[in-house]
Antibody, heavy 120, light 107 residues
């Protein structure tokens, strides 16, 4: 089955670090880019955070997220990562990983999303 | 960044109605416009890509049109499973940006 499997929900305190994962299966992982999309619970809206190519780790960040998060990938295990060095309460959201054929093309496959809660 | 403005933000409609949602880009994006449907607790799902191409498996009652800065998504004959939130997305350039969404509710 073609799918993106994301890691589980996280509960963290402000200032803590976090790395969440997204593993692709059922397709050639290096043939597609992996994008990350944020959605704040209870609010209408999707925010594109950035995208990474598993083939060569080429990464493009949205200016809104540049410097606040890091995208990475380990193609040997078909897994992409989104990490924070120091979480803030405003990072509380659902984070989706998603597949697109190029760095800027429509998304044809989504993970189920990971709820990250940051609270003291 | 290219700003995407959807209207309306929400609407109420009945089963069988024809529904139209519009999306306007802050600059020309040619036909690099996609439409997604999202139901509560689920990830979005693509309906239409490059303005008017129907994603495989999506019912024909969903149609997209437009080019340049103005686009529409039309649902012809609303079905109970269509009550959801719809988002447009431009993929003309990075950063990719989404519209604010249109929630379609039952009247």
């Amino acid at each position: 089955e073609v799918q993106l499997v994301q890691s589980g929900a996280e509960m963290k305190k402000p200032g803590e670090s976090l790395k969440i994962s997204c593993q692709g299966s059922g397709y050639s992982f290096t043939n597609y880019w992996i994008a990350w999309v944020r959605q704040v619970p209870g609010r209408q809206g999707l925010e594109w955070m950035g995208v990474i190519s598993p083939a060569d780790s080429n990464t493009i960040y949205s200016p809104s997220f540049q410097g606040r998060v890091t995208l990475s990938v380990d193609k040997s295990i078909n897994t992409a990562y989104l990490q924070w060095g120091s979480l803030q309460a405003s990072d509380t959201a659902i984070y989706f990983c998603a597949r697109s054929y190029t760095s800027a093309s429509h998304i044809d496959l989504w993970g189920r999303g990971v709820l990250v809660t940051v609270s003291s | 960044d290219i700003q995407m403005t959807q209207s309306p933000t929400s609407l109420s409609a009945s089963v069988g109605d024809r529904v139209t949602i519009t999306c306007r880009a802050s600059q020309s994006i040619s036909r690099y416009l996609n439409w997604y449907q999202q139901k509560p607790g689920e990830a979005p799902k693509v309906l239409i890509y490059t303005a008017s191409s129907l994603q495989f498996g999506v019912p024909f009652r969903f149609t997209g049109s437009g080019s340049g800065t103005d686009f529409t998504l039309t649902i012809s004959g609303l079905q109970p499973e269509d009550f959801a939130t719809y988002y447009c997305q431009q993929t003309y350039e990075t950063p990719v940006t989404f519209g604010g969404g249109t929630k379609v509710e039952i009247k």
